[in-house]
């Protein structure tokens, strides 16, 4: 994975990694230390606990293992601390995502992931809304990877080594967009996403990718943001989950992010009369 940092960001050249590179780059340097050990302390407290469970993805096999609690999700994070509309609307993070995802670009979820020690990883996957692409008859027909449907950012809060389960890929596995199968050999082919807390990684979420298993003594956790398209139904419903006053006193960039800018499905019906489409 190609390394930027906020004084060396190239977003053409991220987004051509993203497209026909890799599927992945590192930024660094996005985030303080105080920053994640901020967003580390709001992971741990909410996921402590088995009361804490929540829905969780790609952990099939871990359920029928009894492991499912050792992956824990923290969901709509934006109500859960300030640093996390920092995160989600960093200047760096907006740049990239407007040139790849385009200028009116939205949020479909901000979430953590933490395995545990002794957890088993995931499945190997695609991110939404390719997540389901194993029913191919669902989707449009000719669905492709030539303009992208969504960018993922995980932002480490713990080391990810090998040891402690560092997200795997396979780079270049984005130009299929297809589900992964058995006989695609994941793991005799995946590369991982290394990285100090701190560091973000920048991938299309149609690249072959998984969390693995951590097999070291302390948590791995993540912040995963899902960025969208405008026109891509979001995955969290964030506006209806988050408090009125939050949504009410929401920056610029955070309410393009929420999706308050782009007003569908509207009842049309109730709209304020006259034209609101087209070019004049
Ligand atoms: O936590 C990770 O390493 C990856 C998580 C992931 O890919 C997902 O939940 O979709
Ligand atoms: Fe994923």
Not at 13 to 23: M, R, S
Not at 216 to 241: C, G, H, N, T, W
Request: hydrophobic share 45%; aromatic share 8%.
């Amino acid at each position: 994975m190609k390394i930027y940092t906020p004084d060396t960001l190239d977003p053409a050249a991220i987004v051509a990694e993203l497209i026909n590179g890799p599927g992945a780059v590192v930024l660094r340097g996005l985030f303080t230390a105080e920053e994640v050990a901020a967003a580390r302390a709001v992971v741990m407290r909410e996921s402590e606990g088995t009361a804490a469970a929540k829905v969780t993805h790609f952990q099939g096999a871990a359920e029928q293992e009894g492991k499912i609690a050792l992956q824990r999700r923290v969901w709509n994070l934006l109500a859960k601390g300030e640093v996390f509309s920092r995160m989600a609307a960093h200047p760096a993070l907006m740049t990239v995502m407007r040139a790849f995802l385009g200028s009116e670009f939205i949020m479909g979820s901000i979430a953590a992931n933490r395995i545990l020690p002794g957890g088993p990883g995931q499945e190997p996957h695609i991110d939404y809304p390719y997540w389901d692409l194993h029913k191919p008859e669902s989707h449009p027909v000719r669905i492709n990877a030539s303009f992208p449907l969504n960018a993922q950012a995980t932002i480490m809060l713990d080391p990810f080594t090998e040891e402690t389960g560092a997200t795997a890929y396979v780079p270049g596995t984005q130009a299929e967009l297809r589900y992964p199968t058995e006989s695609d050999r994941f793991y005799d082919r995946c590369a991982r996403m290394l990285g100090e807390p701190g560091d973000t990684v920048v991938f299309f979420g149609a690249v072959w990718h998984c969390a693995m298993p951590n097999r070291s003594q302390q948590d791995r956790s993540a912040i995963l943001i899902q960025y969208l398209p405008k026109f891509v139904k979001p995955m969290e419903d964030m506006p209806a989950a988050l408090p009125r006053a939050f949504v009410e006193q929401a920056s610029p960039d955070l309410r393009q992010l929420l999706g308050l800018n782009y007003p569908y499905p509207e009842v049309l019906d109730a709209a304020k009369a006259g034209n609101a489409e087209g070019r004049a």
